[in-house]
């Protein structure tokens, strides 16, 4: 685990800080069952989970060769709904589950539905890295990018709107994002503008949440909403605030692991069983790996904030905190 320049390294995509290091170390080892496990694992969903979720396959199928782990991406909605057609194993969501869609799996499959987080991330404002915006509120967040704006008297479209001394002056905020099909923007509505529809003046839908990023390098007066994992030196994420004269709060390592951040979200896996004694083997065991040292040492090499072990899912509950032990394989 090489020490990497900080947290707020966004330039250092295979190496990360002492502090973040000392973090995984406390996550358990994992030790390859025998005989190997065999067979597929299919997972939908988040996009912005998918280079996490293939980078974890990898290593995985490099320990079970008679394993295949298939990633397909689209929205954390597109995974929900695979899972409850049975099209996938798990669903990547990269937010919380509401009451609503817990039910509804559970009364149309007739399973018991398991959220397992993996790790943590946060949604990100981003704006050109040349761009000195200090902070957003809450309410000015609302004024951008809702139609009806109702924390602001007007709509905010341009940067003097937002900030009179601002280099841009009387410039037009493009905005990007990725579809409504997506975590990222389903918490950001939630938080915002929860009952409002988004703005549709200069809005731009991007097929992911790397290229909203991209597109915040390239043009100097573009806003957009993406994942903490996805940010870009050409790139910055501006600091956060509830609303006037809370603190604005910048997302780093710190700040979403203890929750500080107020847009701060868990990546999650959710599987469907009968009962937790029921979770197909490889479907635990793959879970396990993520929760273990190596598969949280993954997260943190891509710039993912690791999961919170002082907080683990109930369905790993037993093996936190204990080295897993070597147990025969079920196909």
């Not at 995974?79 to 559970?106: F, H, I, N, Q, Y």
């Not at 994992?229 to 006037?244: D, F, H, K, Y």
């Amino acid at each position: 685990m090489a020490p990497g320049a900080g947290l707020n390294s966004v330039s250092l995509p295979n190496a990360y800080d002492i502090e973040v290091s000392d973090v995984v170390k406390r996550f358990p080892a994992y030790l390859s069952k025998t005989p190997p496990f065999e067979g597929t694992l299919r997972i939908t969903g988040a996009s912005s989970m998918a280079q996490l979720l293939n980078s974890l396959a990898t290593a995985y199928e490099s320990i079970y060769p008679g394993v295949k782990v298939s990633v397909k991406q689209g929205g954390s909605s597109k995974g929900l709904a695979a899972l409850r057609a049975g099209d996938c194993d798990m669903a990547a969501v990269s937010r919380a589950l509401t009451p609503d869609e817990v039910k509804d799996l559970e009364t149309n499959t007739g399973r018991k539905v398991f959220q397992v987080p993996i790790a943590l991330d946060g949604v990100c404002i981003f704006v050109n890295a040349d761009n000195p915006l200090p902070a957003i509120t809450r309410d000015q967040l609302n004024g951008i990018f809702a139609i009806t704006h109702s924390l602001t008297k007007e709509p905010i479209l341009r940067w003097s709107d937002l900030d009179p001394k601002s280099p841009l002056g009387d410039a037009f905020m493009p905005l990007y994002m990725v579809p409504m099909s997506h975590g990222t923007m389903q918490d950001f509505v939630q938080w915002a503008m929860p009952d409002e529809q988004l703005q549709t003046i200069l809005r731009n839908e991007e097929p992911g949440p790397s290229s909203v990023v991209n597109a915040c390098c390239a043009y100097p007066a573009a806003m957009g909403i993406s994942g903490y994992a996805n940010r870009q030196p050409r790139a910055r994420m501006v600091p956060v605030s509830e609303g006037l004269g809370k603190p604005a709060v910048a997302p780093d390592f710190r700040t979403i692991r203890d929750r500080s951040y107020p847009l701060t979200r868990s990546l999650n896996l959710v599987l469907l069983a009968p009962s937790e004694s029921e979770v197909p083997p490889l479907q635990l065991d793959f879970l396990k790996f993520a929760w273990s040292e190596s598969g949280q040492d993954t997260c943190a090499t891509l710039g993912v904030v690791v999961a919170d072990l002082d907080h683990p899912p109930q369905l790993l509950r037993d093996v936190i905190g204990e080295k897993f032990s070597e147990a025969p394989a079920a196909k």
